[in-house]
């Protein structure tokens, strides 16, 4: 089942090339939420295990981190800009706890498009009322966002996100 998963994501993507950013965006949400969510306690014996694509796709499962850490890496395989994408700490105010999603800033100064396990749909951040976004994390460092929807960098880097960077290079 772990290899049919992992050649099935592999032609899914490359089919993708083809299509413009925003319908990219939307495909690649709509068909990686299509693998059940699991909470990482019955997968690893660390609570917030971040795992690579690979071992996402190895697993068949992941929590929210590892949705967003998979399409993290799959949209840089699709060519877009590291710089725009964001692994997004968010407080999720229906669930009444934190949550993962992943950011993308198309436009400087725009709300970012957020990518989420919880809803098919990729819309701006304003019009998901039910997030409030602690930070961003992405290999340049952490961000907050200021009331005129700019990134300002509060830290060098997250350590869990570095550790990750490693686990996947190691992989490949």
């Known amino acids: 089942m772990a290899k049919k ?3 099935d994501y592999a032609t899914t993507i490359e089919s993708y090339k083809s299509f413009s950013r925003s319908k990219q965006l939307i495909r690649v949400n709509y068909y990686l939420n299509d693998i059940l969510p699991k909470l990482d306690k019955p997968n690893k ?5 971040w795992e690579t694509p690979k071992e996402f796709l190895t697993i068949g499962v992941g929590d929210c981190e590892d949705y967003a850490i998979i399409k993290y890496f799959t949209l840089l395989k699709l060519g877009f800009d590291e710089e725009k994408l964001f692994m ?22 725009e709300q970012p498009l957020i990518l989420d396990n919880l809803s ?3 819309v701006d951040l304003k019009k998901r009322i039910d997030l409030k976004v602690d930070m961003f994390i992405n290999s340049s460092g952490v961000y907050k966002l ?27």
């Open 5 to 7: 998963r992992v050649i």
């Open 45 to 49: 014996d660390k609570k917030n295990y």
């Open 88 to 109: 997004t700490v968010v407080y999720e105010k229906y669930i009444g706890d934190y949550h993962m999603v992943l950011s993308y800033f198309k436009d400087e100064g």
């Open 120 to 122: 098919f749909n990729v």
């Open 146 to 172: 200021n009331k005129d929807t700019k990134l300002v960098k509060v830290a060098r880097g997250a350590k869990k996100f570095k550790e990750l960077l490693n686990r996947v290079k190691r992989e490949s």
